[in-house]
């Protein structure tokens, strides 16, 4: 019979190491991101007064210290605590979250912070773990399967939209979009790639009708942009006809015990979804613009300066020009620690937080620059490699909730500062200032650590 003293080796042994030197090597680099931010002229450069707790860099040394600790506090625990708490550690969440707009003020138009004492916590960093827990554990239960249930896809997306409906009321629609990165988790858990393919021709029948808007085509009568989406939706539907209305899909849906009908009811069945999916998709290119017109005014412009409708150097494309800037100041090996003249003269927004990019860029260059993403690209495939060797669903859902979170948070934090992406105000995994963040980011990567640690249990 094994031992507790067995137990514990073995669990030592268990532990992805290689991802913990990944997430402290980020760390360091994101500490020494935050100095070059943070750095003003005629500061000493020395490290007692980097770690001066009365400065951002020091503070930031006390999270990635808490931190650490609170990683460690985690692979201690009994990994069965998270699937057994899942859904109260979920509502407890939720609670806090509906809570918040009712025990804070204002910040910068944001109403997601809770005061205590001197410091300030984001509940709504702490709602990822808490939501893809949640996930993890009614995915996981007995019997369950995705496909072909509109009864567990309807509750999964309700646990995902829970939360982003209580942040949205915070008026943090960053943070609420970070939940829509889930829908790779259900993708791979079984949600039919049809539907996923109705995200991406929303999202770029939007992009393309807005962007070509204003230049008229067929004589004025339409716009260049209604006859592109006009033409992808021909394209889209025409493919869509070819690949499940063939002879060969259609028998091999026959033979699928999970579909039921004869040769031509199935084949008139998809000619239908593919007709509406016709339909949808001219409903969703003509609202488009009045969607748009009803978003804040802030919101509106962002949107309009991303797809080049609006020049507003001096408004909501001051930060971006200036990120770039920034970063294109940098060169190849960058100006050197500390030494960054567009970050010291604060001309960027926001630097420490959501533009923290922007100081890695002109400090470290591109070679700095290449670093960080290959890192996190190390991260972001080890995440997935751990995920897919998890024994039960529990770990595997948690896995890659995981993973879609932090690859949302890159290539949207990173996208937004190279002007790719919308300014929604996100910040970039372990290097953006803040305790709440990194402590939110510690905790969904730990808690995943100390399941995957667990995951040989039933052998010792």
């Not at 939501?131 to 369950?144: E, H, N, Q, V």
């Not at 005014?297 to 609006?310: C, I, S, T, Y």
Request: positive net charge.
């Amino acid at each position: 019979m094994a031992t507790t003293s067995d137990k514990q080796k073995s669990i030592f042994r268990s532990i992805d190491w290689l991802t913990i030197i990944l997430y402290i090597a980020l760390l360091a680099m994101g500490w020494m991101s935050i100095c070059g931010a943070c750095y003003e002229y005629g500061q000493p450069r020395d490290f007692l007064a980097l770690a001066d707790f009365s400065t951002r860099t020091g503070m930031q040394l006390v999270w990635i210290g808490s931190s650490m600790l609170l990683g460690a506090i985690i692979l201690f625990l009994d990994d069965r605590i998270f699937d057994s708490f899942a859904y109260l550690i979920y509502a407890a969440l939720m609670v806090l979250l509906l809570a918040t707009p009712f025990l804070t003020h204002d910040i910068k138009g944001s109403m997601s912070w809770i005061k205590i004492g001197s410091f300030s916590i984001q509940p709504a960093e702490f709602a990822k773990f808490a939501t893809a827990l949640a996930l993890a554990k009614f995915m996981s239960s007995y019997g369950f399967r995705l496909q072909g249930s509109w009864k567990n896809m309807t509750i999964s997306i309700l646990l995902m939209l829970m939360p982003t409906v209580l942040i949205v009321m915070q008026k943090e629609t960053g943070s609420a979009l970070v939940y829509t990165s889930l829908i790779l988790m259900l993708y791979r858990e079984g949600l039919p790639g049809f539907v996923l393919f109705l995200g991406i021709s929303a999202v770029t029948y939007v992009v393309v009708g807005l962007r070509f808007a204003n230049e008229p085509a067929l004589w004025g009568l339409l716009s260049l942009g209604d006859v592109l989406v006009i033409l992808l939706i021909l394209l889209f539907t025409t493919s869509l006809y070819f690949v499940y209305c063939r002879p060969s899909a259609i028998r091999t849906a026959m033979s699928d015990r999970r579909t039921s009908g004869t040769y031509h009811s199935i084949r008139h069945r998809r000619m239908l979804y593919i007709a509406l999916f016709a339909i949808g998709s001219l409903i969703v290119h003509f609202s488009a613009s009045t969607l748009v017109d009803h978003l804040a005014d802030h919101q509106k412009k962002r949107v309009e300066v991303l797809l080049g409708l609006r020049d507003d150097p001096r408004g909501v494309g001051y930060n971006v020009i200036q990120a770039k800037i920034a970063i294109g100041s940098g060169g190849l090996e960058g100006k050197g620690f500390l030494n960054g003249t567009q970050t010291k003269l604060k001309y960027v927004p926001e630097q420490e937080t959501d533009f923290i990019f922007c100081t890695v860029g002109e400090e470290q260059g591109f070679i700095g620059s290449a670093a960080v993403l290959l890192l996190f690209l190390s991260l972001l495939l080890r995440l997935l490699h751990v995920a897919e060797r998890q024994p039960y669903a529990f770990g595997r859902v948690y896995g890659y909730c995981v993973f879609s979170i932090f690859l949302f948070h890159v290539v949207i934090n990173v996208g937004m500062v190279l002007g790719l992406m919308p300014v929604i105000g996100i910040p970039l995994p372990f290097f953006s200032y803040g305790g709440s963040s990194l402590w939110g980011f510690t905790l969904l990567l730990f808690i995943f650590l100390r399941i995957d640690a667990g995951r040989n249990r039933l052998q010792h």
